[in-house]
């Protein structure tokens, strides 16, 4: 697990404070890690990652593809593959259960209940030949719901009036709906038994724009109301800035800065997620649109060090050398670089 490390940098939002005093934690994630078994060695694809989640959030995970920001929420959903696995850490929720300790049956007994998906393609998460009714009835049967049939036409018309559909689409197959209504009755899906954690992973990304906002408005109004906390995946900052209230900045299989969406965006605190932030486009920004450079990074040939100082314009000599640990910088805030850790390595002893 990361050290962290007391720094005074970094302004503390009125925000940030408030959330950090009255929110409690729901999922307390503590040096998550998940290996991935290849013939060229071990990829450590999320790498040692602490987070705590609260109750009733809405948190956003950032990064470039390949960061270990989708492995993360397939491994709070026990849905890592071979060669994929769990190589440590935990994930408690606030009533002890730790997700990453669950047996094959409980995990089961949990998904939905307690954490759902919506995942990143409706259309390869629907089954074609099966009419929306009938398969959101099947997954609440399947996870234990039991009542009539009318029962569950009742429960299926109310969970599509909740994301905006009409009754009738319980009769329509997959091919008869458009690519935003297919989302919206993915994630009727998977509120069908009010989970408490909602994992969204890039809900909007094959959608335009504006069926994008509507369908984040959607989740948003869920969230509120069953009080769920919302974890949404995601590259585009734009659409985390509008829905997040806090986001998560990944890196290489590392979390590398937390923090409230406005402190995160308005003053980013890692040289990465600074980078991230001015290569969005913006019309302030006119001109001076800056990429990342360098290439991203090979989990199977990591460099020693900060795992960006390869690509890291602000990088320092001992970047190469000295692994950073994790830096609050307020309640709530927190980053992982060099910059804001005092160099030890050349003090003498008194
Ligand atoms: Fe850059 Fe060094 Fe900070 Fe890594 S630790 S982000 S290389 S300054």
């Known amino acids: 697990m990361s050290g962290v490390n007391t720094g005074s940098r970094g302004a503390i939002s009125a925000e940030d404070l408030s959330m950090s005093e009255t929110r409690e934690v729901m999922l307390d994630i503590q040096g998550l890690e998940v290996h991935f078994e290849t013939r060229r060695g071990i990829a450590r694809a999320v790498n040692d990652v602490d987070l705590q989640l609260y109750k009733g959030e809405r948190f956003g995970l950032v990064g470039e593809s390949g960061s270990g920001k989708t492995t993360m929420i397939l491994a709070l959903l026990r849905m890592i593959k071979t060669p994929g696995f769990i190589a440590g850490g935990r994930a408690v929720f606030d009533d002890g259960t730790d997700l990453l300790r669950l047996s094959p049956e409980e995990v089961r007994e949990n998904r939905l209940r307690r954490v759902a998906m919506v995942p990143q393609g409706a259309m390869n998460s629907l089954n074609p030949v099966m009419r929306i009714g009938q398969q959101i009835t099947l997954t609440m049967r399947e996870h234990g719901e039991e009542g009539t049939k009318v029962e569950f036409q009742d429960r299926v018309a109310q969970l599509l009036d909740q994301v905006g559909l009409?009754?009738?689409?319980?009769?329509?197959?997959?091919?008869?709906?458009?690519?935003?209504?297919?989302?919206?009755?993915?994630?009727?899906?998977?509120?069908?038994?009010?989970?408490?954690?909602?994992?969204?992973?890039?809900?909007?990304?094959?959608?335009?724009?504006?069926?994008?906002?509507?369908?984040?408005?959607?989740?948003?109004?869920?969230?509120?109301?069953?009080?769920?906390?919302?974890?949404?995946?995601?590259?585009?900052?734009?659409?985390?800035?509008?829905?997040?209230?806090?986001?998560?900045?990944?890196?290489?299989?590392?979390?590398?800065?937390?923090?409230?969406?406005?402190?995160?965006?308005?003053?980013?605190?890692?040289?990465?997620?600074?980078?991230?932030?001015?290569?969005?486009?913006?019309?302030?920004?006119?001109?001076?649109?800056?990429?990342?450079?360098?290439?991203?990074?090979?989990?199977?040939?990591?460099?020693?060090?900060?795992?960006?100082?390869?690509?890291?314009?602000?990088?320092?000599?001992?970047?190469?050398?000295?692994?950073?640990?994790?830096?609050?910088?307020?309640?709530?805030?927190?980053?992982?670089?060099?910059?804001?850790?005092?160099?030890?390595?050349h003090a003498t002893s008194a």
């Open 166 to 345: 009409k009754p009738e689409v319980a009769q329509l197959y997959p091919h008869e709906l458009s690519g935003g209504m297919k989302q919206r009755a993915c994630i009727a899906q998977a509120i069908s038994l009010s989970p408490r954690l909602i994992l969204a992973d890039e809900p909007t990304s094959a959608l335009d724009v504006v069926v994008q906002r509507q369908i984040m408005q959607t989740l948003r109004q869920l969230q509120l109301q069953l009080d769920a906390t919302v974890l949404l995946v995601g590259h585009d900052m734009g659409l985390m800035a509008q829905f997040a209230e806090r986001v998560g900045i990944m890196y290489g299989g590392k979390l590398v800065e937390v923090g409230a969406v406005a402190d995160v965006f308005r003053n980013p605190q890692h040289p990465y997620t600074q980078l991230l932030i001015s290569s969005i486009p913006s019309f302030e920004r006119r001109g001076t649109f800056k990429g990342i450079p360098g290439v991203g990074l090979s989990l199977l040939d990591s460099p020693t060090g900060c795992l960006f100082h390869p690509r890291c314009p602000q990088a320092m000599e001992r970047c190469s050398r000295d692994e950073p640990g994790l830096t609050q910088l307020g309640p709530g805030q927190h980053v992982s670089c060099l910059l804001y850790e005092k160099d030890e390595s």
